[in-house]
C-alpha cells in the first residue's frame, strides 16, 4: 500500500535529476553491512553540494561505479551526521546489486531521480530493515517507469 502511494509522479520533476559524484568514502562502520544494506558513502563535499537543492530523508536513482559500465538501481539516505554534532550531512548510497569486493575509493556517479519518504527514528532494528526492503522495492518500482528509464542514458553515469 505504501509504495503504491508513493511512487511520486510519471516524470522527474524538479529539483530532480540530480546529479553527484566523488569518490567513496568512508562511513562510521554502524553495522549497515551486517544487516545485508552496505552504505556508499559520498565524499562530505558532495555531500554538502546537495543540501542547497534538497532535504533529509530517503531517495532513489541510478549509480554506477569506478569504470564498471553497469548503471545499477540504488536508494541513498541523505542525512545529519551525529559527528559533526548534526551541522551537516551525509549522502549514503545503497546500490541495489550483490558486489563482491568493497569499492572504497572508487568514483560513484549519482543521478537522483524522486524522493521516496523523510527520515525517520526507529525503536527496533527490525522495523528499519522492513522500511529499508520497502524502500528498495518502491526504488525499482519507480525506476521502471520510461522516464526514469532513460535517466541511464545519461553521459555523467559514464566512467571517464
Ligand atoms: P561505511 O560506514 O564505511 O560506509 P558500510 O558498512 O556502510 O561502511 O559499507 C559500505 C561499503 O561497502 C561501501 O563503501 C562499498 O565499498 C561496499 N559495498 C559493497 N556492496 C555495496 C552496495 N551494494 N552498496 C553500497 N556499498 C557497497
Ligand atoms: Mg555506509
Not at 529499508?132 to 555523467?156: F, G, H, N, V, W
Request: with cysteine; glycine share 6%; aromatic share 10%.
Amino acid at each position: 500500500m505504501r509504495i503504491a502511494e508513493q511512487l511520486g509522479p510519471e516524470t522527474p520533476t524538479s529539483p530532480f535529476p540530480l546529479k553527484l559524484a566523488g569518490p567513496v568514502a568512508h562511513g562510521f562502520k554502524r553495522g549497515s553491512k551486517e544487516l545485508g544494506i552496505p552504505t556508499a558513502n559520498l565524499p562530505e563535499c558532495t555531500a554538502q553540494q546537495a543540501s542547497a537543492t534538497i532535504d533529509t530523508g530517503i531517495y532513489y536513482g541510478w549509480a554506477s561505479v569506478g569504470s564498471d559500465e553497469q548503471i545499477y538501481p540504488m536508494v541513498m539516505s541523505y542525512g545529519w551526521n551525529p559527528y559533526y554534532k548534526n551541522t551537516i550531512r551525509t549522502a549514503e548510497v545503497h546500490i541495489i546489486h550483490d558486489f563482491k569486493h568493497d569499492f572504497y575509493n572508487e568514483q560513484l556517479r549519482v543521478i537522483v531521480a524522486g524522493f521516496i519518504r523523510p527520515e525517520l527514528n526507529y525503536s527496533s532494528l527490525d522495523d528499519l530493515i522492513a522500511d529499508i526492503k520497502l524502500d528498495i522495492e518502491c526504488a525499482e518500482l519507480s525506476l521502471q517507469r520510461p522516464e526514469y528509464q532513460k535517466l541511464k542514458l545519461d553521459t555523467s553515469l559514464k566512467p571517464e
